[in-house]
């Protein structure tokens, strides 16, 4: 039993009364330096935040008006502000210290703060824009996973299924083995950095295809349908070679545990999902806060992120399982467009953070010791482009199919790569060189992929059923619709048709 004199003695008036007299002393004792240096840990934070937010609007607004993807500028704007240049964004793991910081000397300069408290305001505010960089990340892969539709990827047909294994397959395989026999790179570096050559943008190549007509074609079908399963192939790539990056070693025993748990636990949570999902929306509609359908659809998401991490996988895997999940139930719409403000506060620090922790003074040609890292990119820019353009090689039962264009529309790698480069620089295997490289690899990919696919489509066509509407399937079109909303541009006159009919029908 409980003794209830212990209990009678702390509520005791005099005892508090004496106490609470303490803690005056305590708090005066304690609060000039360390009070201070909190409110400057998050002045440091607030400064932090609108650096990264001006950098990816300004970049974002650029690359639109270029017809390029915003998210290209925003990692270009992280570029600029980070190591690689401007110094007002940069963290301890580039080697950085408080004193490279513009941002620290700023707060030095207006709030008096001493060369002592920098280094702790400096490391403690990079740890917060780091985890905020984290969380974007997951944000970013439910929101993904709400983008995909799981019958679609089950529905696209064997075609699309050979383009996405063959687009996997061959840059993932051709890139490690290159990095490890001719650029003798250690093999768990050299798998992440095959691993950030497998996936493909469906956002940008999708947008590139409405904007010339061709979203509804024959090999603009394939190109979505494959780009899809490519992204659900990419994701269990990125948990197994995180995981193994973990470890620091490579054990064919580890390897397999993780590909087959990764794929249990992803097949898992969708049938689990699916039954739990009428429940879900049930709770949803009985609930009458504010809300209810963003921080209940979060809760789940977050806890399946959790299950991820905990088993060894990445909690991106969870993320995107849980969007997978949710994109089933008739809540989908609703969630895609309350999800959107959260992935423009959160997702922004993501791609920004991961172009200023990169240093693109290794890539300089004139300082000898840097030719190594351009070496590197251009090999992976080699790889990156030739090991997509082959997929279309192996398209069957489409006679007279442009099986270039297929090839071409895999090629952009856009913040799928980012997603990649970002797990690989937070773990610590990838040296700054091979950053570099691969933050090269993805904006030139990004680049070059719009004007190549006008090129390959010489005239814009468009095909239609007897119906005179679209004949892409209207899963597709949705993903490229929210991909559109996304980046604030009204949905192209393609996937207005498709959306009509959808509601006539």
């Not at 050299?190 to 007509?213: D, P, Q, R, Y």
């Not at 799928?416 to 970002?422: I, N």
Request: with cysteine; charged share 15%; net charge negative.
């Amino acid at each position: 039993m409980a003794d209830l004199t212990a209990w009678v003695s702390f509520f005791d008036p005099l005892k508090l009364l004496s106490s609470f007299g303490t803690y005056p002393l305590l708090i005066a004792e304690a609060t000039p330096k360390e009070s201070a240096s909190e409110s400057l840990v998050l002045a440091g934070v607030l400064l932090s935040l609108v650096v990264i937010y001006f950098a990816s609007k300004l970049g974002g607004e650029i690359c639109a008006r270029l017809n390029l993807p915003p998210v290209l500028g925003e990692l270009v704007g992280g570029v600029v502000v980070g190591i690689s240049a401007l110094h007002l964004l940069v963290f301890p793991e580039s080697s950085a210290e408080a004193n490279n910081s513009l941002l620290v000397s700023f707060l030095q300069t207006t709030a008096g703060l001493t060369p002592e408290a920098a280094v702790s305001v400096f490391q403690a505010q990079s740890e917060v824009i780091s985890i905020l960089a984290e969380l974007g990340v997951v944000i970013l892969l439910f929101e993904i996973g709400l983008e995909s539709d799981l019958k679609e990827l089950i529905r696209v047909g064997p075609q699309a299924a050979v383009v996405a294994v063959v687009g996997v397959v061959v840059p993932f395989a051709a890139g490690t083995a290159g990095l490890i026999y001719l650029f003798n790179i250690a093999p768990v570096p050299a798998i992440f950095a095959g691993a950030a050559l497998t996936a493909t943008s469906i956002g940008i190549t999708a947008k590139v295809l409405a904007e010339i007509g061709r979203l509804s074609s024959s090999e603009g079908q394939i190109i979505i349908g494959a780009a899809v399963l490519d992204d659900v192939l990419g994701i269990i790539v990125l948990a197994v070679v995180a995981s193994l990056a973990k470890t620091g070693e490579i054990a064919i025993g580890n390897v397999i545990y993780l590909i087959i748990s990764a794929a249990v636990f992803l097949v898992g949570a969708i049938l689990l999902g699916r039954f739990l999902s009428p429940y879900f929306v049930a709770l949803v509609n009985e609930m009458k806060t504010r809300g209810q359908l963003l921080l209940t659809a979060l809760i789940f998401a977050f806890i399946l992120s959790y299950i991820g991490a905990v088993i060894q996988l990445e909690a991106i895997l969870g993320a995107f399982a849980a969007g997978l999940v949710l994109a089933e139930t008739d809540k989908r719409r609703e969630l895609e467009e309350q999800v959107i403000p959260v992935a423009d506060m959160l997702v922004p620090i993501f791609f920004v953070v991961v172009g200023a922790k990169t240093d693109l003074g290794v890539l300089n040609p004139t300082i000898p010791a840097n030719r190594e890292g351009l070496t590197l990119a251009i090999f992976l820019i080699g790889v990156a482009i030739l090991g997509k353009v082959v997929t279309g090689l192996f398209v069957f039962g489409q006679p007279g199919i442009n099986r270039l264009a297929i090839g071409v529309g895999m090629i952009p790698r856009g913040e799928v790569g980012l997603v990649f480069l970002g797990v690989g620089s937070a773990s610590g295997v990838l040296s700054p060189a091979m950053e570099a490289a691969i933050i090269m690899m993805v904006i030139l990919t990004t680049f070059v992929a719009p004007p190549l696919l006008r090129f390959v489509f010489q005239e814009p066509e468009l095909e239609t059923t007897s119906s005179g509407i679209s004949a892409l399937d209207s899963a597709s079109a949705e993903s490229v619709a929210v991909e559109q909303r996304r980046h604030k541009q009204e949905p192209s006159e393609d996937v207005q048709a498709i959306e009509e009919y959808k509601k006539d029908s």
